[in-house]
Nanobody
Framework: VQFEESGGGMVQPGGSLRLSCARGGLSFSSYEMSWVRQAPGKGPEWVSGINPTGSHAYYKEGMKGRFTISRDNAKNTLYLQMHNVSAEDTARYYC???????????????WGQGTQVTVAS
């Protein structure tokens, strides 16, 4: 299982960005998926998760309303729409095959290489 993230870059505070995660043309429609980020000098931080059909999405407290996770199983692609970003959102963002995304016991099994998001004026 391999994932490839894209869409990162430099964005100004208050701006928007959409990240994508593709599974190389192979199906991932049976997987729970998450976005996880890691800022410099910090540990990984779960951002958001979604169930296999995309009917249920989950967010770290404080991120719902600014971030929206979605998926297009026909395109084998996961998305993270980010709005009103701030410097605290600067991190490398990874998509990951997950389990139990609706709980505190969520697990992450396969990660992509990540895409860097830098928020700066």
């Amino acid at each position: 299982v391999q994932f490839e993230e894209s869409g990162g870059g430099m964005v100004q505070p208050g701006g928007s960005l959409r990240l994508s995660c593709a599974r190389g043309g192979l199906s991932f429609s049976s997987y729970e998926m998450s976005w996880v980020r890691q800022a410099p000098g910090k540990g990984p931080e779960w951002v958001s998760g979604i169930n296999p059909t995309g009917s249920h999405a989950y967010y770290k407290e404080g991120m719902k309303g600014r971030f929206t996770i979605s998926r297009d199983n026909a395109k084998n692609t996961l998305y993270l729409q980010m709005h009103n970003v701030s410097a605290e959102d600067t991190a490398r963002y990874y998509c990951a095959k997950s389990s139990d995304v609706a709980t505190q016991e969520r697990g992450f099994y396969t990660w992509g290489q990540g895409t860097q998001v830098t928020v700066a004026s």
